[in-house]
């Protein structure tokens, strides 16, 4: 995978060294104006503040560095301190995934902070989740998997969607854990088996992913690759819809 995104947050410096940043940032140091970005961004050592944010980014992303187009892309997509703008979004998009960078790769293709200003078609979608995917970023192969599973914009296959689905796991994607757990319980691309589909809901669930607790307090309820709990269903569909899960809640009064 290419460098990963240069901005964390600049939690250790002190207010010294985020004024010596501030002053070389000025200067036109490039290191300085990702850290002076994320401390406005981010609210880490500077007051909160979106604008400042991306006019730093911007200057990072003119000088062509791949962090700063990425992030400057965000803020445009999601309009943060700018006007919003999913057209120059994708333009910025563009340049970082040049540069190999899988989170704008993705992005390009349409998750996380694409959007609107992703993929102008499917198969496009494809080849940028494609591009991210074999750096191993697990939100692309998690949504590249979503269109094999379909066939959009590439040839259905479910086996692939399966392959994909797994490599994303093996980061612990939660959602990636919910899809395999959904094809485990269809039989697609891989053997139908309740128990493993249950066990795959709880790896999700766990992870605080909605949906996947939802569905397995279904299991608990109907003793479905599970033994049967109202207790351990109560519990989870609880927790759903303390993630704000509407379902959760109309399944937690039907139990009472």
């Known amino acids: 995978m290419s460098d990963a995104p240069r901005d964390t947050p600049p939690q250790a410096l002190t207010p010294a060294q985020l004024r010596a940043a501030l002053r070389r940032a ?4 490039l290191a300085a104006q990702l850290t002076v970005a994320a401390a406005y ?7 909160h503040d979106d604008a400042e944010a991306a006019r730093w980014y911007r200057l990072a992303a003119e000088q062509g560095d791949a962090t700063g187009q990425l ?5 445009l997509y999601f309009g943060e301190g700018v006007a919003e703008s999913p057209e120059e979004a994708r333009a910025w998009y563009a340049r ?7 989170e704008a790769q993705h992005n390009l293709g349409g998750g996380g902070g694409g959007g609107g ?10 080849r940028s989740y494609s591009l991210a995917a074999a750096q191993g970023y697990a939100p692309a192969q998690c949504n590249l998997g979503l269109l094999y ?3 959009l914009g590439v040839a259905q296959s479910p086996l692939e969607a399966a392959r994909l689905y797994g ?3 093996a980061q612990g994607d939660a959602d990636a854990f919910a899809h395999l757990a959904r094809l485990h ?4 691309g891989v053997p139908q088996s309740l128990e493993e589909a249950a066990r795959l809901y709880s790896e999700a669930a766990g992870r605080g992913h909605e949906w996947a607790m939802v569905y397995l307090g279904q299991m608990y309820e109907d003793g479905a690759g599970v033994g049967r709990d109202v207790g351990e269903a109560r519990r989870w569909y609880g927790l759903a819809a303390e993630l704000g899960s509407e379902v959760a809640r109309g399944l937690l009064e039907r139990l009472g």
């Open 149 to 151: 599973e379909d066939g």
């Open 185 to 188: 319980v269809e039989g697609l």
């Open 167 to 169: 490599l994303a796991a």
């Open 71 to 75: 992030r400057l892309g965000e803020q």
């Open 26 to 29: 000025g200067e036109g140091d």
């Open 41 to 47: 961004r981010h609210g880490e050592g500077f007051e």
């Open 117 to 126: 200003g992703g993929a102008q078609s499917l198969e496009e979608a494809a």
């Open 96 to 102: 970082a995934a040049s540069q190999g960078v899988a």
